[in-house]
């Protein structure tokens, strides 16, 4: 059974600090999808990355950083000098990657940046 | 870039009535994936198509329907609404079988009273 487990519920922290999200992930199969996804108070989901599970480079995208470690089934998501823009509730997920798979969505971190 | 359209944006609907959402791909997605999130909740998978066929189902209550149309449209069909059919729900597509690129629309909020 596939699952994701984000550990933090909400955190809170002033703006400039950096934080990151904790996301772990269970799966059977041996090639997935580990995405992010960021909901703002508006309610959409606004898609930020994709990991397929053989490419285990970091990535970065300016103030947005992701650390794949397979070892330990952890896709952690770091924001670098947060800014209260990023407040927002944010998704961990996973899906199959061999097979037409639905999106399975961790419980979500709900990320306060105070001013 | 052309991204996945859903309408209504919102919705208001009393118990017992009958609501349909759409969802638009994006153009040359032919899979389609519907997702309930209640409040404070994490999207919920319902049903996906692919090719018009349906090809997964989650926790789709009877009461709900939905197909995907020969433009690969889809529509979600909620009869004999109950309160707690109020949530958001999104629709998603991707090109091809495997759900590589899941973008998702703005959502259709319905609230039912």
């Known amino acids: 059974a596939q699952k994701v487990t984000q550990a933090q519920t909400e955190i809170s922290v002033v703006e400039k600090e950096d934080v990151t999200l904790d996301c772990v992930y269970e799966?059977?199969?041996?090639?997935?999808?580990l995405f992010w996804y960021k909901q703002p108070p508006s309610g959409e989901l606004v898609f930020l990355i994709r990991?397929?599970?053989?490419?285990?480079q970091n990535e970065i995208s300016g103030r947005y950083s992701w650390n794949f470690q397979k070892s330990t089934s952890s896709f952690n998501f770091t924001i670098t000098a947060s800014q209260v823009v990023d407040s927002a509730v944010y998704f961990c997920?996973?899906?199959?990657?061999?097979?037409?798979?639905?999106?399975?969505f961790g419980k979500g971190t709900r990320l306060h940046i105070l001013p | 870039a052309a991204g996945v359209i859903q309408s209504p944006r919102h919705l208001i609907k009393e118990k017992r009535e009958t609501a349909t959402l759409k969802c638009y791909p994006i153009p040359r997605h032919d899979t389609v994936y519907w997702y309930q999130q209640g409040p404070g909740q994490d999207p919920q998978f319902l049903i996906s198509f692919y090719e018009k066929m349906q090809s997964d189902k989650g926790s789709i209550p009877d009461r709900f329907s939905a197909q995907q149309f020969s433009d690969y449209h889809s529509e979600l069909n909620m009869s004999s609404l109950e309160l707690g059919d109020s949530a958001l729900y999104f629709c998603?597509?991707?090109?091809?079988?495997?759900?590589?690129?899941?973008?998702f629309g703005q959502g259709t909020r319905l609230t039912v009273v």
């Open positions: 998603a597509s991707s090109p091809g079988r495997v759900n590589t690129e899941a973008f």
């Open positions: 799966t059977r199969d041996t090639t997935y999808y």
């Open positions: 997920a996973l899906s199959a990657a061999n097979r037409d798979d639905k999106i399975i």
């Open positions: 990991r397929n599970s053989f490419d285990e």
